[in-house]
C-alpha cells in the first residue's frame, strides 16, 4: 500500500517548513518525492520535493503549511526519466546493431522466437557492448538554496487556494475541471432524442421522433500512462490491455520506480517504515543487465507493445517477506509453449521448412493450424450460470493487494479518572441538585431567536413526571393499557422539539421503558411509513409518546383520531405536557442490568426496510465514557448542535454525552437553517461555544452566507465535529470552511471528523488539540478510483481524471479494537492494500437487530479469519457498513459505505463519487444540485445502475437531453463505468426525508414500481449490458442428411403423425358416390328431408331472427341463381363477391353461386360508420378477386352509391351489383354441375398477421372431404346442436356457418360475433338453453364473454344456466394457444358446471382451414412445458411445471382424419425429429389447390403447396403452413388404440424474429410485457433494422407513458435477454387485430414507420 499522506503537527507554522525542507537527513540523503505516474513529477511547479528524516506527503498539488516531521527511515527514490535519457545519452549502438534489435523483437512479437531465444540471442549481440553506471541523483535546487523561488512560491499559493463557489458538498473544482477535460476528449455526437407528444409536455417542447442513433463511443484509455516501466512483474499484474482502461496504470507503478536506492535486494522491494506504519512497495522482479547499453525507454517501450498483452500474467509476487532472493537476471516475461519446435520465416512471411522437421511433424503442424470444428454446446450459450460468470468477470489484469495481513488498530486504555457516573439518571440527579441553575438545554426559533431554555433541575423534574406517568398512570385514551419496565414506546417528537424529547427520553429510562425514536409522520403515505410501520410492530409497541402539540398537526379523521398509517399496528397517543408531579415518596425502579435495553435506535438498508439496533445500558454508558476521554468534555463546555438528535452523532453527543459531562446544548432547528444558515455560527460567537456537531452540508452553507460573517468568532472553538467525516466528499466542505474561516479565528486542528454506524456507533474520530496533544495530527491520500473500484489501494496523480483525495478519520476510541474484513464472502482478514468493511469491537456497540436473529449474528457476531481459515483470536466483531482502510499512524479512512456500493461488472463504485461526477456536468442550467438520487437495480444478473434527478422549469427538453448526454460520457470516461437509465423529473417529486434529504430507498421503489413519473427519460442498455448470451452461430456444415443420420443414431423418432385413415369410414352406398358436390347435398337434403331446420340465426336478445329448413335454402339458392343467370355478363367459372352482414342471405347467396356455377368470394361489408377506411378495402379485394359482380342487399348498394360511398370510392369502378331480393325473370333453373371435383368451389381471401391479403383456391373435392373429416371426427348428426360464434367470411368460420351443417344434416345455431359485443351472455345462455354438446367460438367471443360476466357468474346460475352439457368447445385460430385466455374461462365458468376438459383450440392455416380439431372420442388435450431458451435454437426440451426459464404450450386439438403431418427444417427441407422445433407440413384431401392470383400460379404457390421433403418421406406432396411447431407422443389412447401423437404450434414463421442468432417468438415478449405493469392493456412486438420495437398500449393517465419504458426494458432483458431498441407508448386500441382476433403486427410496423401512429411517446434506447 504505497499512499500520500501528509502529517500535520499542529505547533509547526508555515515559516517553520521552509527550513524543514532543506534540512538533510543524518546520512546526508536527500529523499527525492517522485509521483505515481513514474514519469519524474514533482510537487508544486516541477521542482523535486526534499525533505529532510521523513517523507513528506503531498495532497491536492501542494505541500501543506503545516508540515511535521516523523522519525521514519527514509528511502530513496530515484528519477527514472533522468536515468533513461542519461543512458540513451552516454552511449549509442551502431544502426546495425539497432535494426538486428529491432528484427529479434518483431520475431518474439509475433510468436516465432521464445523468450529464452530471444534472450540469448540478445546477449550474443550485445556481449561487446556494456551499460555505464548509473550517477548519484543532484539534490534539488529548492534544497541547495534553502527555500523556493517566488514564482514556485506563487503557483504552491495558487494550488493551496481552495474552491470558494461549490454548490453542495459534493462540488470540487479538481473534479469540474476533470468532468471538462473528459467531456472535451468525448467526440461531440448527437443523441436521439425520444419522442413526446404535446399533451404530455408539461414544461417543454416535443422532442423529434427521428430515428436512433448510435451512442457515442467513448475514447479508449491509452494503458501506456505518462511514466516508463521499471518492474515486468508489476506490469503483468497491474497494467491493462489496451482494450480494457479501467484499471489504474500509473499509480500501480509507483512502488516500482524505487529502484536499488531504496531497499531493493536481488530485484525485489523489503518493507519501508512510513509514518509508524509498514508500507509495502511493489515487487519488481526485472534486473537490468550490465551489458545492455539500449535506450530504457524504447526497450520497456517494445517490451509492452509486444509482449505484455499476449501473455498471461504470472501468480502476483509475495511482496509480504521480509527476506526474499531472486535470481538478479530474471526475465521479464515468461511464454510456455508446447514444444521447441518453431519455424522460421523469411521476409515474405512464408514459412522456411527446418531439415531436421520430418515430413510427418510439418503434416501434423498443419493440421492443427486448421480451425477445429466447433462442438454442438458451443453453437449457443444461455445458461443463468453464464449470465452470472459474464457479470462478473475478472479482469486479469486488474490490482490485486500485495500487502500483509492487516493487524487490528487497538485503542488507548481508559483511566478511572475518566469515567461518569454509573448511570445517566444518576448524573442527571446529581447535576441537578449540585447546579439546579446550570443550563442544560436551550433551542432557538425559527427567526433565530431562544426560543425556550431548561436547566438541569427543570430537566430532572419533567423526566420523573414523564417515568411516573408512564409507570402509574394508564392511556389517556381508553385505560387499557399498561406500561411495564422493559416495553417499547415510540417516542415521536418533531426535529424542532429537542426539549420534549430528551425530557421522554430520560424519562422512559429512569422508568426502565425502552424508548424507540422514529421521524414524525407528516401524510398518510409518508416515504418509508409502511417500512417504519413493520418496524413498530416487530418491537411490539403499542404506545406512542408525543406532544401536544405534535399531536394536534398529526393528521386526523374527521372524529379526530389520528388517522391509521399504512403498515402501522395500532397505538394509544401519550402526551407528555401537562403532567402533575409525582408523589414524594415515589422513588424511581431501582438500578436496571446493563445487558438490558437502554434504547433503540432505527437504521434502514438500501432496500428500504427498517431495522431496530439495540443497545444496551452499559454499551451506553460504555460510550459516553469513551466520548469524554476522546473529545475531552469538561463540565459547562457549551454545544452547538446543528444534526438530528434523535440518532446517531446528535443523540449521542447532544443529548447522552452532554448530561453525563454537564455541558449546555443549544440546538439549531433544521427549519432555521435553511433560512439563516449562518445561525450556528452566529450562536458559538454569542455563547463562546467550545463544541459544535455539524455536518458536511452545514460547512458548506455556512460558506455560503456570507452576510453573515461580520458578526462571526470562532477562536472560542475547540472541537468541530463533522457527523459525515466518513464520506470522502465532506473533504471539499471542510477546506472551504477552514479556507474562509480562518480568518474569524478558526483554527485548522479543530475539524474533526468522525466515522459512525448505527451498529457499532463511533467508530472513529480525530482528537481535537494541538501539536503537542498525541494523535492530533491528520493524513489525506490521492488514490485512484479505478484502483478502488477493484478493492486496492494505489495511489494516483493529483489532478488525474480519475483520483479521489480522502482523509482520515481519526483513531479507534479507547477500548475497541478495530480491523477490515473482506467485503463479499467469508470473514476473512484484508491486506493492509485493501478495501474492505471496518469492524469494531468494542464495550459500546450494538448489541444486535430487534427480534432479528439471523442479521444479528451476521452483522453483530463476526468472526474474523486468517487466510489459512484459521479464527483471528476469540473475538467477535460488529460489521459497521463502512468501507476503507488501516492508514498509516493508527488513522482510519473511509472511502464510502456498503449502503452506497454498486457493483457492476466485478467492479465496486461508490455512489458519492457518481454524484460528483454528474454535479459538475454544469448543472446549474438544467437540475437542481443536491436533488440527484443514484441508485442500482439488479437487471440480467448484474447491477445497473440509475440516475433521477429533479429538472428545472425552466429546462427545454433538447437541452435536458444534451445534459444526460453529457453526464454519460463524463462517467463513463471517469469512472469506465456506464449508466442504466438517467430520468428527469418535475420540481419536487423526488421523495424526501424528514430533514429535506431525498429518501433513496423510496425513489428507488418508485422506479421499479413504475410510479417515479419522469418528464424526460433515457435508457442506455446497449452500453451497460455486457453479459447477455453467446449469439449462436448456426452450423453451416451440416446438411439435413446429417440430422437425419444423427437423429437415427440417437433413437429419436422421426417427427411425424397422421389422423385416421379417411377412406376407412366412406360409406360404399349410391349416395356417397352420387353427392360428390355439397350443392348435389344439399338437393337430396331438400327432397329426403325438406322441414329438418339447419340453420337458426340469434340477435343480441337471444331470440331467433331467421331459420333455415332444407327446402327454404334450396329454393332461396335456386331463386339467388337464377338471378345470376339472367345476366348476360355473368358465365360459369366466373368470381362473384358476396357482401353480406353474418346471416341468413349469406348462405343462401353463397349456395345461389353454387347452382349458378358461378364462384363465391366471400367479402365483410363495409361499415356505414367507417365508410371511408373500410370501403376501399373491399374494393380492393374486389379488384383481386376479378370479381363479375357483386352480390349483396339493396341497403349495402345504397351505402355504397351514396355521396359518403362515393367520395371513398368512385360508384362507377364497381362492377355490376346485384339485390339477392330481387325477383329474376327467369322461371327455371338450368341446372349446372361442376367438371369435376378438382374444381374451384370458392375462393377464401383473408388478410394473414403479417398483413398479406391472400386468397386460396378450395375445390369441391377439398369441400366434401373436410366436411366429411369434420363430420366423423366430431360425430355430427342431424340430431346434434351445434353454436357456431365465429365470422363467416374465412377459414373454418366459413366451413362452419355455411357448409358443415349442409353436409352433416346438423342444427347449427348462429351467433354473429358482433351481438355478443352487445350482449356478453349471449354465447352462453344460448348453449345452455339448446343444451348444445358442440360449440365453436374464437378467442375475441371468449374474451369478451370473460370480462363481461367475470362478476355475473352467481346471477346466472340463480337464472338456472348449465353448461354440464357441453362436450365440446373449440377455439377456432390461427395461432399458439392461449393456455392463460382458456384456463381463466374454464375456472370462471366452472361454477356453471363446464368441464375444465371440454375447452379445447383447433389449428388451420391458409393451405389447410381445418388441420386439427377436438373430436368426441379423442383423448383430453395434453399440455407440457418447454423450455424457452431451446426454443429459441429450434430445439424442444420438456421440464417440469414451475422451472426456470418453461413455458407452458397447449395442444391444438387432435389431427383430422385424413391429415398427415411432418415436421421440417424451413430451410434445408429436411425432416426432424420429434426433439426439434421446425414448420408444420401437411398432406390432407381437403388442402386449398393453391394461392388465387392475378398474373397465375407463381413459384411461391409451387413451393407452399407442392413441397417435398429432402430426407424422410420424400414421396408425399405436402403443403407448407408457414408455422412452427414439435410433435410429442403423449401415453393418452386414440380411438384406435394406439398411442397418440399431439400437435404443438408455437408460432408463425413469418412472425419470429431472427436476433442474436437466434428464433424469437414476439407472442413470448408479449406476455411477458403484458404481466410487467397492469397500466398495459395490450402490446405487440416487432423488429425494424435490427432493433427490437415494442409497442404498449396505455391504459392509464398520460402522465405515466415514460414510467413505462424502463419497465419494458427490463423485462424483455431478463426474460429473454434481449435489449429492446425502441419503446412506443400509444393509446388503447392503437394495435390492429383482425377479425379472428390476432395483432396485425407488420400493419402496425408499417404505421410506426409512416408516422401514422400518434404516439404518446418514443423512447429510443441508446
Not at 498471461?312 to 526475465?331: I, L
Not at 357448409?1299 to 345462455?1325: C, D, F, R
Request: with cysteine; hydrophobic share 40%.
Amino acid at each position: 500500500m504505497d499512499i500520500w499522506l501528509k502529517r500535520i503537527d499542529k505547533d509547526t507554522n508555515s515559516a517553520n517548513m521552509a527550513a524543514d525542507l532543506s534540512g538533510r537527513d543524518a546520512n546526508g540523503l536527500t529523499a527525492t518525492a517522485v509521483s505515481n505516474g513514474g514519469s519524474g513529477r514533482t510537487t508544486g511547479g516541477g521542482e523535486s520535493l526534499s525533505t529532510p528524516s521523513d517523507l513528506a506527503a503531498v495532497t491536492n498539488g501542494q505541500l501543506d503549511p503545516n508540515l511535521c516531521s516523523v522519525s521514519a527511515p527514509v528511502s530513496m527514490y530515484v528519477d527514472m526519466e533522468a536515468y533513461a535519457n542519461y543512458d540513451s545519452n552516454s552511449s549509442s549502438l551502431p544502426e546495425q546493431v539497432r535494426q538486428k534489435l529491432a528484427e529479434l523483437e518483431l520475431e518474439l512479437a509475433e510468436g516465432d522466437l521464445t523468450d529464452k531465444g530471444f534472450a540469448k540471442k540478445k546477449a550474443k549481440l550485445l556481449q561487446s557492448f556494456n551499460i555505464s553506471p548509473l550517477p548519484p541523483v543532484p539534490p534539488s535546487s529548492d534544497a541547495q538554496n534553502g527555500s523556493a523561488s517566488p514564482g514556485v512560491r506563487a503557483r504552491r499559493r495558487a494550488a493551496r487556494r481552495l474552491t470558494r463557489d461549490g454548490e453542495n458538498r459534493f462540488h470540487s473544482e479538481i473534479r469540474q475541471e476533470q468532468v471538462l477535460k473528459a467531456l472535451a476528449e468525448m467526440k461531440d455526437k448527437a443523441v436521439a432524442l425520444n419522442f413526446k407528444r404535446t399533451s404530455v409536455l408539461l414544461s417543454s417542447g416535443s422532442a423529434g421522433g427521428d430515428a436512433p442513433q448510435q451512442p457515442p463511443t467513448p475514447p479508449v484509455a491509452s494503458a501506456n500512462g505518462n511514466g516508463h516501466h521499471a518492474s515486468s512483474d508489476e506490469e503483468e499484474d497491474s497494467l491493462p490491455s489496451e482494450r480494457d482502461s479501467s484499471s489504474n496504470v500509473s499509480s500501480m507503478r509507483t512502488a516500482s520506480l524505487k529502484s536499488e536506492g531504496n531497499g531493493l535486494v536481488n530485484g525485489h522491494a523489503k518493507p519501508a517504515m512510513m509514518f509508524g506504519m509498514n508500507i509495502y512497495e511493489n515487487n519488481s522482479s526485472e534486473h537490468v543487465p550490465q551489458t545492455n547499453l539500449m535506450n530504457i525507454k524504447e526497450l520497456i517501450s517494445n517490451l509492452r507493445n509486444d509482449a505484455v498483452f499476449d501473455t498471461p500474467p504470472p501468480p502476483p509476487p509475495d511482496v509480504a517477506a521480509t527476506a526474499m532472493s531472486a535470481t538478479a537476471n530474471s526475465h521479464i516475461y515468461t511464454h510456455s509453449h508446447m514444444g521447441s519446435l518453431r519455424l522460421d520465416r523469411d521476409e515474405t512471411g512464408t514459412e522456411k521448412r527446418n531439415g531436421k522437421v520430418s515430413a510427418k511433424i510439418q503434416q501434423l503442424l498443419t493440421t492443427l493450424k486448421k480451425p477445429r470444428r466447433k462442438n454442438l454446446a458451443e453453437y449457443f450459450e444461455d445458461d443463468d450460470l453464464e449470465l452470472e460468470i459474464a457479470a462478473n468477470q475478472v479482469n486479469p489484469n486488474a490490482p490485486k493487494p500485495e500487502g500483509n495481513t492487516v493487524t487490528p488498530f487497538v485503542g488507548e486504555r481508559l483511566s478511572p479518572a475518566s469515567g461518569v457516573a454509573v448511570m445517566l439518571e444518576q448524573a442527571l440527579q446529581q447535576h441537578a441538585h449540585s447546579f439546579p441553575k446550570a443550563p442544560a438545554l436551550t433551542v432557538l426559533d425559527v427567526n433565530g431567536r431562544l426560543a425556550s431554555h431548561l436547566t438541569y433541575s427543570k430537566l430532572l423534574r419533567r423526566a420523573q413526571q414523564i417515568s411516573y406517568a408512564l409507570l402509574n398512570k394508564t392511556s389517556q385514551r381508553d385505560g387499557t393499557l399498561k406500561i411495564k419496565p422493559g416495553d417499547r414506546v415510540v417516542l415521536v417528537y418533531p426535529n424542532g422539539d429537542p426539549i420534549s424529547f430528551i425530557s421522554a427520553f430520560y424519562g422512559c429510562l429512569m422508568a426502565g421503558v425502552v424508548p424507540v425514536m422514529i421521524e414524525v409522520p407528516l401524510t398518510k403515505r409518508d416515504a418509508g411509513c409502511q417500512q417504519v410501520g413493520f418496524f413498530l410492530g416487530s418491537c411490539g409497541v403499542q404506545m406512542a409518546v408525543t406532544s401536544e402539540a405534535c399531536f394536534k398537526g398529526l393528521p386526523k379523521t374527521p372524529t379526530g383520531e389520528v388517522v391509521p398509517f399504512k403498515g402501522w399496528p395500532k397505538l394509544q397517543w401519550f402526551l407528555t405536557d401537562n403532567l402533575a408531579k409525582p408523589p414524594r415518596d415515589w422513588d424511581p425502579p431501582a438500578r436496571l442490568q446493563d445487558e438490558l435495553p437502554a434504547y433503540i435506535e432505527y437504521t434502514s438498508d438500501r432496500d428500504g426496510s427498517v431495522m431496530g439496533v439495540t443497545v444496551s445500558r452499559g454499551a451506553m454508558v460504555s460510550h459516553c465514557r469513551a466520548l469524554k476521554a476522546t473529545c475531552g468534555y469538561t463540565d459547562g463546555e457549551v454545544m452547538v448542535c446543528v444534526v438530528d438528535f434523535k440518532r446517531d452523532l446528535g443523540l449521542w453527543h447532544s443529548v447522552l454525552a452532554s448530561v453525563a459531562n454537564r455541558l449546555h446544548v443549544i440546538f439549531i432547528p433544521y427549519a432555521l437553517m435553511k433560512v439563516n444558515p449562518g445561525s450556528w455560527m452566529l450562536m458559538i460567537s454569542k455563547f463562546r461555544a467550545s463544541v459544535a456537531v455539524v455536518k458536511s452540508r452545514d460547512l458548506h452553507w455556512g460558506v455560503l452566507a456570507q452576510r453573515d460573517h461580520r458578526d462571526v468568532n470562532l477562536s472560542s472553538l475547540r472541537m468541530l465535529l463533522v457527523a459525515d467525516g466518513g464520506n470522502p466528499w465532506s473533504l471539499t466542505s471542510c477546506d472551504q470552511f477552514v479556507s474562509v474561516f480562518q480568518c474569524k479565528g478558526l483554527r485548522p486542528e479543530v475539524v474533526c471528523p468522525c466515522a459512525s454506524s448505527p451498529e457499532a456507533l463511533t467508530v472513529a474520530l480525530r482528537r481535537p488539540g494541538t501539536g503537542s496533544v498525541p494523535g492530533s495530527s491528520t493524513g489525506r491520500g490521492v488514490l485512484s478510483m479505478s484502483a478502488l473500484s477493484y478493492g486496492v489501494i494505489r495511489v494516483d496523480q493529483e489532478n488525474s481524471l480519475t483520483s479521489l483525495t480522502l482523509q482520515d478519520c481519526g483513531r479507534v476510541l479507547p477500548e475497541s479494537s478495530l480491523l477490515v474484513l473482506k467485503i463479499d464472502g467469508p470473514a476473512y482478514l484484508c491486506r493492509t492494500d485493501e478495501i474492505g468493511e471496518i469492524c469494531v469491537n468494542s464495550p459500546y456497540c450494538g448489541s444486535g437487530y430487534w427480534g432479528l436473529q439471523g442479521m444479528t449474528n451476521a452483522t453483530f457476531k463476526v468472526q474474523p479469519l486468517r487466510p489459512d481459515d484459521t479464527p483471528y483470536k476469540e473475538k467477535q466483531y460488529v460489521r459497521t457498513g463502512l468501507l476503507g482502510f488501516l492508514g498509516p499512524g493508527g488513522l482510519v479512512f473511509v472511502c464510502g459505505s456498503r449502503q452506497g456500493l454498486m457493483q457492476v461488472s466485478g467492479r465496486k463504485h461508490n455512489i458519492d463519487d457518481l454524484i460528483a461526477t454528474i454535479l459538475a456536468v454544469e448543472p446549474m442550467k438544467f437540475i437542481y444540485r443536491g436533488r440527484i438520487a443514484v441508485f442500482a437495480v439488479k437487471v440480467l444478473r448484474d447491477e445497473r445502475i440509475c440516475v433521477v434527478a429533479e429538472q428545472r422549469p425552466d429546462c427545454t427538453e433538447d437541452e435536458s437531453f444534451q445534459w444526460m448526454s453529457r453526464v454519460l460520457q463524463a462517467v463513463d470516461s471517469i469512472h469506465q463505468v456506464g449508466i442504466y437509465c438517467l430520468a428527469l423529473v418535475l420540481p419536487n417529486h423526488l421523495p424526501k426525508t424528514s430533514l429535506g434529504g431525498i429518501h433513496l430507498s423510496e425513489t428507488r421503489k418508485r422506479f421499479l414500481d413504475g410510479a417515479l413519473h419522469p418528464s424526460n427519460v433515457l435508457m442506455c442498455p446497449h452500453t451497460c449490458v455486457t453479459n447477455l448470451p453467446k449469439p449462436r452461430e448456426p452450423p453451416t456444415d451440416i446438411g439435413p442428411a446429417s440430422v437425419m443420420v444423427g437423429s437415427i443414431v440417437q433413437g429419436v423418432r422421426p417427427a411425424e403423425a397422421r389422423g385416421r385413415d379417411l377412406s376407412v369410414f366412406e360409406d360404399d352406398n349410391e349416395s356417397t358416390k352420387k353427392y360428390q358436390f355439397i350443392s348435389e347435398v344439399l338437393r337430396w337434403r331438400s327432397t329426403s328431408t325438406p322441414d329438418h331446420v339447419v340453420h337458426t340465426l340469434l340477435n343480441a336478445k337471444g331470440l331467433p331472427t331467421g331459420s333455415l329448413t332444407c327446402m327454404q335454402l334450396h329454393k332461396r339458392a335456386e331463386r339467388i341463381a337464377m338471378l345470376l343467370q339472367d345476366k348476360s355478363q355473368i358465365h360459369p367459372g366466373d368470381n362473384v363477391a358476396l357482401l353480406f352482414p353474418p346471416g341468413i342471405d349469406l348462405i343462401c347467396a353463397f349456395y345461389g353461386c353454387l347452382y349458378a356455377g358461378v364462384i363465391p368470394v366471400t367479402i365483410r361489408p363495409p361499415q356505414l360508420q367507417n365508410l371511408s377506411t373500410t370501403l376501399p378495402t373491399v374494393k380492393m379485394i374486389v379488384d383481386i378477386s376479378r370479381a363479375k359482380a357483386v352480390l349483396t342487399l339493396g341497403t349495402t348498394i345504397k351505402m355504397i352509391r351514396s355521396k359518403e360511398g362515393s367520395a371513398a370510392v368512385d360508384a362507377k369502378t364497381w362492377p355490376i351489383m346485384l339485390d339477392c331480393e330481387e325477383q329474376p325473370r327467369k322461371k327455371s333453373l338450368v341446372g349446372y354441375r361442376p367438371p369435376s371435383p378438382d374444381s374451384v368451389a370458392y375462393i377464401d381471401f383473408s388478410v394473414s398477421t403479417t398483413g398479406v391479403l391472400a386468397g386460396i383456391k378450395v375445390s369441391h373435392a377439398a369441400v366434401a372431404a373436410l366436411c366429411r373429416s369434420m363430420k366423423l371426427a366430431c360425430e355430427l348428426y342431424p340430431s346434434r346442436h351445434v353454436t357456431v360464434c365465429l365470422d363467416p367470411y374465412s377459414g373454418l368460420g366459413l366451413v362452419l356457418w355455411v357448409l358443415s351443417s349442409v353436409y352433416s344434416g346438423h342444427h347449427s345455431i348462429l351467433i354473429p360475433p358482433a351481438e355478443v359485443e352487445l350482449n356478453p351472455a349471449l354465447w352462453i345462455t344460448t348453449v345452455s338453453q339448446y343444451r348444445v354438446r358442440d360449440t365453436f367460438c374464437s378467442y375475441g367471443v371468449m374474451d369478451l364473454t370473460t370480462r363481461g360476466l367475470a362478476t355475473s357468474i352467481a346471477l346466472l346460475k340463480e337464472r338456472g344456466v348449465n353448461l354440464s352439457c357441453v362436450r365440446t368447445c373449440v377455439v377456432v385460430a390461427e395461432e399458439r394457444p392461449r393456455i392463460a385466455l382458456t384456463t381463466s374461462f374454464s375456472k370462471l365458468f366452472s361454477t356453471l358446471s363446464l368441464s375444465p376438459m371440454a375447452v379445447s383450440t383447433s389449428f388451420g392455416c391458409r393451405v389447410n382451414v381445418a388441420i386439427c380439431l377436438q373430436g368426441a372420442a379423442s383423448p383430453d388435450p395434453s399440455t407440457l412445458y418447454v423450455d424457452m431458451r431451446a426454443l429459441r435454437n429450434d430445439r424442444v426440451t420438456l421440464v417440469e411445471r414451475g422451472a426456470p426459464h418453461s413455458l407452458c404450450v397447449m395442444e391444438s386439438g387432435k389431427l383430422l382424419p385424413g391429415v398427415k403431418v411432418v415436421i421440417a427444417n424451413p430451410d434445408t427441407k429436411g425432416q426432424c425429429g420429434d426433439s426439434h422445433l421446425g414448420e408444420i407440413w401437411i398432406s390432407s384431401p381437403f388442402n386449398a389447390s393453391g394461392y388465387f392470383t392475378t398474373y397465375g400460379e407463381s413459384a411461391i404457390t409451387n413451393d407452399h403447396f407442392n413441397a417435398r421433403l429432402i430426407t424422410g418421406d420424400t414421396r408425399t406432396v405436402f403443403a407448407r403452413t408457414g408455422y412452427l411447431g414439435f410433435l410429442r407422443r403423449t401415453e393418452a389412447i386414440g380411438p384406435e388404440g394406439e398411442l397418440h401423437d399431439a400437435v404443438f404450434v408455437v408460432g408463425s414463421l413469418d412472425e419470429t424474429l431472427l436476433l442474436r442468432g437466434m428464433r424469437f417468438h414476439p407472442i413470448d415478449m408479449e406476455n411477458s410485457v403484458l404481466k410487467a405493469d397492469k397500466r398495459i392493456c395490450e402490446c405487440a412486438v416487432f423488429s425494424w433494422t435490427n432493433l427490437l420495437v415494442v409497442t404498449v398500449e396505455l391504459d392509464a393517465a398520460e402522465s405515466d407513458a415514460l414510467d413505462l419504458v424502463p419497465i419494458v426494458t427490463n423485462v424483455v432483458l431478463e426474460d429473454h435477454h434481449l435489449i429492446v431498441g425502441i419503446v412506443v407508448v400509444v393509446d388503447p386500441g392503437t394495435v390492429p387485430i383482425n377479425s379472428r382476433g390476432e395483432k396485425q403486427r407488420m400493419h402496425l410496423r408499417d404505421s410506426f414507420l409512416a408516422d401514422q401512429l400518434d404516439p404518446i411517446y418514443v423512447a429510443y434506447n441508446m
